[in-house]
């Protein structure tokens, strides 16, 4: 059966990987029906859409595979717009630098929102203290870690054979022994699927 998020990523004809290993599998809905939902999906593909169409798809994308809302997107662009460079880039740079988009990037979760379900269940500590925000913007030389009450927990007992083969980007690093992370630096990597010119864009006007 498909889920409301699986429908969302089909609405917007692109892979977000919501739903963590279920993406990587031939179950996938994007696999499966890679066309919108609903009784006339397969003729709405390939629509060409306005200036205002492309950057509203666009801040939907993001919100929707960051997990975050338009008030929370609309703030980390004010930050970005204060800060010197390109304000594309540094929406980007923290958008990345979430401690639970770090959580996923350091393989600890499968998921962006599965690594939101960890920090707010109280199960990552972010340099020995514990933090249940998933938008906190991490730094770098933080070190995200998970409880060792919570990695004594079966849930989490695979998570080092599972991790042997994972590399994280090279801005974060995985200890794989401890189950933590660092923060070497921003984001060093800026390639990315998203289009933040758009959104650039979209929150000058």
């Given at each position: 059966m498909i889920g409301p998020k699986e429908k969302k990523e089909r609405a917007l004809g692109e892979h977000l990987h919501l739903k963590g290993a279920r993406c990587q599998s031939p179950k996938c809905a994007m696999v499966r029906k890679p066309y919108p939902p609903g009784m006339h999906g397969k003729k709405r593909t390939g629509r060409g859409l306005s200036d205002f169409g492309r950057q509203l798809l666009?801040?939907?994308?993001?919100?929707?595979?960051?997990?975050?809302?338009?008030?929370?997107?609309?703030?980390?662009?004010?930050?970005?717009?204060?800060?010197?460079?390109?304000?594309?880039?540094?929406?980007?740079?923290?958008?990345?630098?979430?401690?639970?988009?770090?959580?996923?990037?350091?393989?600890?979760?499968?998921?962006?929102?599965?690594?939101?379900?960890?920090?707010?269940?109280?199960?990552?500590?972010?340099?020995?203290?514990?933090?249940?925000?998933p938008g906190y913007i991490t730094r770098p030389n933080d070190v995200i870690a998970l409880r060792p009450e919570s990695a004594s927990q079966k849930t989490f007992e695979n998570l080092r054979e599972a991790l042997k083969k994972y590399e994280a980007p090279s801005w974060l690093h995985l200890d794989l022994e401890k189950l933590e992370g660092r923060v070497v630096s921003p984001p060093t990597d800026t390639s990315t699927p998203f289009e933040f010119n758009l959104l650039v864009e979209s929150f000058s006007k």
């Open positions: 666009e801040k939907q994308r993001v919100k929707i595979s960051y997990g975050i809302d338009e008030r929370a997107l609309r703030g980390l662009f004010y930050k970005a717009q204060r800060k010197t460079g390109s304000t594309a880039l540094g929406l980007f740079g923290m958008l990345e630098m979430r401690l639970d988009n770090v959580i996923f990037r350091l393989g600890l979760a499968p998921s962006r929102g599965a690594a939101r379900q960890l920090i707010t269940h109280g199960h990552i500590l972010v340099g020995g203290k514990r933090v249940r925000s």
